[in-house]
């Protein structure tokens, strides 16, 4: 989940200065909808796919598994809070012993 943070701030910290600079070149009235349409389809669109895509690869671990009705299990980071560890279909960090109803 973090790499979907982290680069939706790189395309930002890339798309701003962008439009910035896009500003010296446009009409003001047709500036904010390229601006609205380009931070649409170059950060929100690629972090929602990206969030589908980590949603998919993970769902069984967060619906299906032991850690995933365990109350130390944090499931945006698919992540046992009590280990630090990240739970696997086959690896469970604590072996069930910590393991303590949501
Ligand atoms: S404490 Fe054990 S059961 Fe609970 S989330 Fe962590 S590894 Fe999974």
Not at 75 to 84: G, I, N, R
Request: aromatic share 16%; proline share 5%; charged share 20%.
């Amino acid at each position: 989940m973090g790499h979907i943070v982290f680069w939706g701030l790189v395309r930002i910290a890339i798309l701003i200065p962008a439009l910035w600079f896009l500003l010296e070149y446009m009409e003001y009235k047709y500036w904010w909808t390229v601006g609205i349409m380009s931070v649409y389809v170059i950060v929100i669109h690629p972090a929602i796919l990206q969030y589908k895509i980590f949603y998919e690869k993970n769902k069984k671990v967060i619906l299906d598994t032991l850690c995933s009705n365990c109350k130390h299990f944090d499931e945006t980071a698919v992540l046992c809070m009590k280990h630090d560890e990240h739970p696997t279909e086959q690896y469970v960090p604590c072996d069930g012993i910590d393991w303590q109803p949501k």
